[in-house]
């Protein structure tokens, strides 16, 4: 399932792009984090000058060292939308980056004792920036860093026979890699 809507928005970034092709170019992106963890990232954006609007859709099981003690099966599914501005000469064709935007995590996670499982939602801000690395004319490396909060602060769930906290605030990095159309 998650192959073919993957494929869904590649064939429509390719589809979108003679519409766009004066003005505004059609940009895709893999990350190597999702994938690292057995989940997958896909976003798909626009590109105008110093501007890019992206939209993405990710899936990571985040690894137990960074769960809560006690639990694991710890996986963020993730939309978001964002916006970035590169304030270089090359625009969005490569150099420094800076972007926020808004999320919506759709989260589960499990209580290693007993196994019970809950599902929670988060509505999360975030903040980044990169570097945008050419290679060639189409192809870029991307590595980034990003923070995220959630306004409505630290919470704590029952899961079973155990509670979970989880934070309003975290941090990544990791390794984007990108096709212009």
């Known amino acids: 399932m998650k192959k073919l809507f993957i494929l869904l ?10 519409a766009f092709a004066k003005e505004w170019r059609v940009i895709t992106e893999l990350d190597v984090l999702p994938y690292a963890t057995g989940g997958y990232y896909f976003s798909g954006g626009l ?3 110093h501007i890019r609007i992206r939209a ?18 710890y996986r963020n599914r993730a939309i978001a939308l964002i916006a970035d501005y590169c304030p ?7 150099g420094f980056w800076i972007g926020s935007g808004v999320e919506y995590w759709d989260n589960t ?33 991307n590595p980034w860093a990003a923070i995220h909060l959630d306004p409505a602060g630290k919470k704590t769930y ?15 990095g990791s390794l984007k890699l990108g096709w212009r159309f």
């Not at 993405?56 to 099966?73: K, L, Q």
């Open 88 to 94: 270089g000469k090359g625009g969005y064709n490569k």
């Open 47 to 49: 590109v105008k000058d």
């Open 109 to 141: 996670i499990r209580n290693k004792q007993d196994h019970e499982t809950t599902r929670f939602s988060q509505y999360i801000l975030t903040a980044g920036a990169g570097y945008i690395i050419p290679v060639g004319n189409h192809f870029f490396i």
């Open 9 to 18: 928005l590649s064939l429509l970034s390719l589809s979108l792009m003679p």
């Open 56 to 73: 993405v859709r990710s899936v990571v099981n985040i690894p137990e060292f960074s769960s809560p003690d006690g639990f694991d099966n």
């Open 158 to 172: 029952q899961i079973g026979n155990r509670e979970a906290e989880i934070a309003s605030f975290f941090s990544e």
